[in-house]
């Protein structure tokens, strides 16, 4: 199960393009877990802050021919940044709280013998904390820190904590349309200490398609023991 841009990436890329709001639907090939991933992101942008959520679906579960025939992962998280003094000294930062969670299954739903199938829980997370936001004079290069309280459901953690930061180089290398962007988030779930960041690589055809690709980086993430890398290919539409 891959995780995406969180807000602060978002709401830069919007402040660049002059927009406030936006939703767009992506589709990921994940060479490593050999499967499609899509996201469903949202942002809106308002006078008090801005509100970000996404929906994953992996796409693995399959019959007894191998054909997938649904999804057998999602995750979803929603964020909300306050800011109602933007104008003052402080309108760098921003508090921040959040929900994370989701579910997911594993094995083999067709009924081999000797092929077991079951269910896990992505347990639900309450974030809460501040974000601070660095950009350049046209906002198209831009930097969030983040520092955020993590309490999970049901798990404790031996630092209750998650530090972030999100990046967004806008028309990179002057190439007009050419978007670098990605996230580093680092927690900490019972006693392991969890590493994820996802890289990402767009090209904007027009106003509404892009192709690119993400690389995932992840160490304890996932149910995958130490340091894994995941490429992906692909494609986002922007409603």
């Known amino acids: 199960m891959k995780k995406v841009l ?39 942008q308002d006078d008090w ?32 940044c306050l800011n109602f003094w933007q104008d003052s000294a402080l309108g760098a930062f921003s508090l921040q709280y959040e929900y994370n969670g989701g579910f997911g299954t594993w094995g083999d739903l067709s009924g081999t013998p000797g092929v077991s199938y079951g269910a896990f829980p992505v347990n639900s997370a309450f974030l809460f904390g501040i974000d601070y936001f660095m950009h350049s004079a046209n906002f198209n290069n831009t930097l969030n820190l983040k520092v955020l309280y993590k309490q999970f459901i049901g798990m404790d953690s031996k630092l209750p ?27 900490w779930e019972g006693d392991k200490t969890v590493f994820l ?22 160490y304890n993430f996932a ?14 539409w922007v409603f």
């Open 6 to 44: 969180v807000a602060a990436a978002f709401a830069a890329l919007f402040f660049a393009q002059g927009a406030n709001a936006q939703t767009n639907f992506q589709t990921f090939y994940d060479f490593g877990r050999k499967h499609f991933t899509t996201t469903l992101e949202g942002f809106h």
């Open 49 to 80: 802050g801005n509100t970000f959520f996404f929906i994953d679906y992996d796409y693995n579960n399959r019959d007894a021919s191998g054909k997938v025939i649904s999804p057998n992962n999602t995750y979803f998280e929603i964020a909300r």
């Open 161 to 187: 904590m998650q530090f972030t930061a999100v990046w967004g180089l806008q028309d990179l290398f002057g190439l007009r349309g050419l978007r670098f962007s990605g996230f580093a988030d680092v927690w």
């Open 197 to 218: 960041s996802e890289p990402q690589l767009w090209f904007g055809i027009g106003s509404h398609a892009n192709i690119g690709g993400e690389v995932e980086f992840s």
């Open 223 to 236: 149910g995958m023991e130490g340091f894994n890398v995941m490429p992906c290919l692909g494609w986002k």
